[in-house]
């Protein structure tokens, strides 16, 4: 398990740890598995940012930047990147060839560009909101969390690697499928527990709080599962790329169902 974690921490985040000892099939599937984990310190600057919303220190635009910036610095941008190559690959035709060869490039094409601005706009727009309350910043690093999950989303046994090497080929088909369900359960239940515990501190009822953790959740790994499934359809497996994408789009739909979450009525 420690190589496990090492290799997690050192793949999802900028944070020097020492080498993983052995990486085989089983470290790959269970450091997939801990992603969530790694979101830690990001988290940790959320919450910190948040406090400053809703006491009155910081303005909620100017903490919802921040809060990328932490998080983007903390990934070294690592799934931004995934996000704007893949979004160059399916936009420069529908020969999967072709669509992998510009995923390789090192260079961002205008769909990249155009993704990454959209989706980090989206971010920050529902994170404006929600991180000016308790219970918004509690539903925020929710969806960081549950977006984590799309690495083992998209490591899922049955799931092809688009290429013969690179992280997709490593770590395609190392989670199971009960592996699977297991995560999103606890990850689930977790954030249930956390959220209907720490909703009547911003003003929500307890069951409020728990539902829409639960939602959150279920919309990040949805978006993940709806990502991947695109992309095995278009290029024919998974690719680090692909990941990194799965990722982003979760976080911005977690964000977005939490945005909803708070603006609706509750009692």
Request: positive net charge; hydrophobic residues 60%; charged residues 10%.
């Amino acid at each position: 398990m420690r190589d496990a974690w090492r290799l997690a921490v050192g793949t999802f985040t900028a944070l020097r740890v020492p080498q993983p000892v052995q990486v085989d099939r089983t470290v790959l599937g269970r450091a997939m598995l801990l992603a969530p984990l790694t979101t830690v310190p990001a988290s940790l600057a959320w919450v910190a940012l948040g406090v400053a919303a809703t006491a009155g220190w910081a303005p909620p635009g100017v903490v919802a930047v921040l809060a990328l910036v932490v998080t983007a610095l903390l990934s070294r941008a690592l799934h931004l990147d995934g996000l704007a190559d893949l979004a160059d690959g399916l936009t420069s035709g529908h020969d999967p060839v072709r669509s992998l060869e510009v995923m390789r490039r090192g260079d961002t094409g205008p769909a990249g560009a155009a993704a990454v601005v959209l989706v980090l706009l989206l971010d920050a727009a529902c994170l404006a909101v929600l991180l000016g309350t308790a219970a918004g910043t509690v539903l925020a690093v929710v969806a960081l969390v549950a977006s984590r999950l799309a690495c083992a989303v998209c490591a899922r046994a049955g799931i092809p690697a688009a290429r013969h090497e690179g992280l997709g080929q490593g770590v395609a088909g190392t989670v199971s499928k009960a592996d699977l369900l297991v995560l999103v359960v606890a990850v689930g239940a977790v954030s249930a527990a956390v959220g209907g515990a720490l909703a009547p501190f911003g003003g929500f009822a307890s069951w409020t709080g728990a539902l829409g953790a639960v939602l959150v959740v279920l919309a990040g790994t949805s978006a993940s599962v709806a990502t991947r499934a695109h992309a095995v359809r278009r290029l024919g497996g998974v690719t680090g790329d692909v990941i990194g994408a799965a990722l982003e789009i979760a976080l911005a739909a977690g964000l977005v169902t939490a945005s909803v979450v708070t603006a609706l009525p509750h009692a």
